[in-house]
């Protein structure tokens, strides 16, 4: 070999024995980070509702006294995360004495599925049906309803009830203006005339409420500003004429969830800071609900959502300054917990404007709705590195978690935040797990839920 040749194979493998020291460094850092995050993290047997609870002993100490237990999901459309809500719940409600489901979805349908859980009034397949459309449209499944079942059978059977609430505003549904008018009739009759007037046009005009969602933000912007002024103004002429009874407290509370709709509608959409602040505003609203809820009837509240309205810190840009996650923590500091879920890989549905579904993905139950499915997380994300904890399914404390993992936590990476839509690895949100949820549950595999037809 001439000393030409001996000196490029000389750099070639110096440079080589550089990068292979570097991947090892690297692998050694991983390694520690996987050991801790090991050492921290707590099996969970089963994410199906009617396994036991002595692997859910471990996320109560978690909770530990909250009032308020936020449970993020990162679809909206995946079977396991709904029926991992009603595992945790079951739990929360027999051992740490818990009473109200709340759920990302609209007041008025809470008020409706409340009446069926509390008093077996009505049909829930039916209200799902009605109600449960638009942006909730991938809601109406079967695990969902199984839930709602499973709350009915629970007060049929013990003398201490648990609730439903709708926590959000998105559609506002006949019963909240038919309760808000029969309050007034009875206790301000003279003012009816003028409520009725108030809400003249704004009740919806279809049974469907996605179709009325459209309807409703199809109108011109100054249609939609006066009909907030209109709502907004009911709810002041009733906090005017105050009472102590709860009929009161109550009926106050409907006429601000129908302010707080058409407040949510009247944002200028059409443009990207519309939408902005439409968000931002809607995600205030939900965590001002829950609190009222929580402060009014005195209930331990798990409340359900995507991971993005769960989290303590805005992990996407719709949500800045501060998603419902942040304002529950502000608003009730340790006496919130918030949980967020991540997978490996698995389905979902998601819904399409129109046309066919996109490359990868199939036809779902219903129209405009498909079947998506992602592979195990590539080396730069979240879930690949959770995906190598000895564990398959597992319950992780963030905030107790010790060195390296906790660094990692505290390090933005990509993450699935998937929703309603198809997902791509091009949509990847950057989430510091640590700084946004107490406790993350990991699961291995997840399938789609199952749609109802």
């Not at 709350?151 to 003398?159: F, G, K, L, P, V």
Request: a neutral charge; hydrophobic letters at 40%; aromatic letters at 10%.
């Amino acid at each position: 070999m001439n000393s030409r040749t001996w000196a490029a194979a000389l750099t070639i493998g110096l440079a080589a024995a550089a990068v292979a020291t570097t991947s090892a460094a690297a692998d050694t850092g991983e390694a520690k980070v996987v050991a801790a995050l090991d050492s921290a993290a707590r099996p969970l047997a089963s994410a199906a509702p009617q396994a036991g609870q002595r692997d859910l002993k471990a996320f109560g100490a978690m909770v530990a006294g909250a009032k308020v237990v936020g449970v993020g999901e990162a679809t909206h459309s995946t079977a396991e995360f709904y029926t991992l809500n009603q595992r945790l719940l079951r739990y929360l409600v027999t051992e740490k004495g818990f009473t109200t489901f709340a759920r990302e979805l609209s007041w008025s349908t809470g008020v409706r599925l409340n009446d069926y859980v509390l008093n077996g009034k009505g049909d829930p397949r039916a209200i799902m049906h009605d109600e449960v459309k638009g942006p909730y449209d991938l809601f109406d499944n079967s695990e969902f309803l199984g839930l709602i079942t499973w709350m009915r059978s629970y007060n049929a059977t013990h003398q201490a009830k648990v609730q439903f609430m709708g926590a959000d505003l998105l559609y506002p549904g006949d019963v909240l203006f038919d309760k808000v008018l029969a309050y007034v009739e009875q206790h301000h009759p003279g003012l009816l005339e003028r409520f009725t007037q108030l809400y003249d046009g704004l009740r919806p005009t279809t049974p469907d409420a996605g179709e009325y969602m459209g309807m409703a933000l199809s109108q011109p912007l100054e249609t939609r500003q006066d009909n907030a002024r209109r709502a907004t103004q009911a709810l002041k002429l009733l906090q005017r004429h105050t009472s102590a009874s709860e009929d009161y407290r109550w009926a106050v509370q409907h006429a601000r969830a129908l302010s707080q709709t058409f407040t949510d509608f009247a944002f200028d959409q059409a443009t990207a800071e519309g939408r902005r602040q439409a968000q931002v505003y809607r995600d205030k609203a939900m965590a001002d609900n829950v609190v009222w809820w929580n402060t009014t009837t005195g209930h331990k509240i798990q409340m359900s959502g995507l991971n993005a309205h769960i989290s303590y810190t805005p992990i996407d840009t719709m949500f800045v300054p501060a998603p419902m996650g942040g304002v529950l923590r502000e608003r009730l500091g340790r006496r919130f917990v918030t949980v967020g879920t991540s997978f490996d890989q698995g389905g979902y549905n998601f819904l399409i404007d129109k046309g066919t579904c996109p490359a990868g993905s199939r036809p779902a139950e219903r129209p405009l709705t498909c079947k998506g499915s992602v592979d195990a997380a590539g080396s730069d994300y979240n879930e690949y590195v959770l995906d190598q904890v000895r564990y398959r399914d597992f319950i992780l404390d963030t905030r107790t978690a010790p060195q390296p993992a906790r660094t990692w936590l505290a390090q933005s990476r990509p993450t699935r935040l998937i929703g309603g839509g198809f997902w791509s690895p091009d949509q990847a949100t950057k989430v510091a797990l640590g700084e946004s949820f107490d406790i993350v549950i990991h699961l291995h595999k997840v399938k789609a839920a199952a749609l109802l037809p």
